[in-house]
């Protein structure tokens, strides 16, 4: 028994696809596998990442700076599951943005957020405090990488 899918044929920017394509070097690294722009719009759709993570002043300008139709088309197939989250997205972000959202939209907020998620726990691991600070974890100076910073404890 296969799940049903459904198709998208997008012309995005070319700015929203080197948004995509940094999005895909991100999460393969995350993974150690060669990822694909559907499995990660899949991961990323269950998760509700578009609600309540970015103001709506902030998406806007995102919006802005990043737009989204253009001239480089891609194609993906998703899981019907996930096609209808990216429809729930577009109701979503439409009534908070006060605007017509689109699927490229959608997808360029989520990409956005990725990646900023990634960046913010890149700087947070460089300063000391990532994961292992969070989780209650101590370093040793050694192990931050920073061997001329004197720890407040």
Known sequence: MTAETRNYVL???TDLFQLSTE????????TLQYE???SLIERRAASDCFKNEHRTDTLRRHLGAIP???KVRIQ???LTTS???LDEACEYL?????SAVTVGDVLSVMLFDYVAE???TQVLNQIGLGERTQSGGNFAPSETGSENVIPFR
């Open 76 to 78: 993906f197939n998703i």
């Open 11 to 13: 012309d995005i920017s």
């Open 83 to 85: 096609a209808e989250s």
């Open 36 to 38: 694909t722009l559907e």
């Open 68 to 70: 989204t139709e253009g």
């Open 23 to 30: 999005s895909l070097r991100l999460h393969s690294n995350e």
């Open 118 to 120: 990634k960046k913010a």
């Open 94 to 98: 439409t009534l908070q943005l006060g």
